[in-house]
């Protein structure tokens, strides 16, 4: 994955944390993660209100930050794995320490984060 500067943009870092803020929550192995539009929207909307186009997403996975992933689910849903999960962490994290996802404490990707406002 590579970090570039397209994901400077204020939204796509919120797009992202709520990516892995959704992924961290999922009790698949990571081989078997998956995210959606819908399911990562729910955690923008709690976090940041509003909502974003799922076309980020679909622009994220161009980057190279997210990877399309098996769509045999059907609902007619894109689903999209995170290309290297502990890269994003860190990546938020130096970003805006308050972009790190909740932690998990039953994923191996778990991560730590600041105290809520």
């Not at 797009?15 to 698949?28: D, F, K, R």
């Not at 849903?77 to 970003?95: G, T, V």
Request: hydrophobic share 35%.
């Amino acid at each position: 994955m590579t970090i570039n500067e397209a994901l400077i943009d204020p939204e796509l870092q919120r797009v992202l944390w709520a990516c892995l803020t959704y992924w961290n929550t999922e009790p698949n192995p990571l081989d078997g993660r998956a995210v959606c539009y819908s399911w990562v929207a729910r955690c923008y909307k709690d976090r940041f209100g509003g909502t974003f186009h799922q076309s980020r997403l679909q622009h994220l996975a161009r980057l190279g930050v997210l990877a399309k992933a098996d769509t045999s689910r059907g609902e007619n849903r894109r689903y999209y794995r995170i290309s290297d999960p502990a890269q994003l962490a860190e990546f938020l994290k130096d970003c805006n320490p308050e972009l790190v996802p909740p932690r998990n404490t039953n994923s191996p990707m778990a991560v730590s984060t600041p105290r809520s406002r």
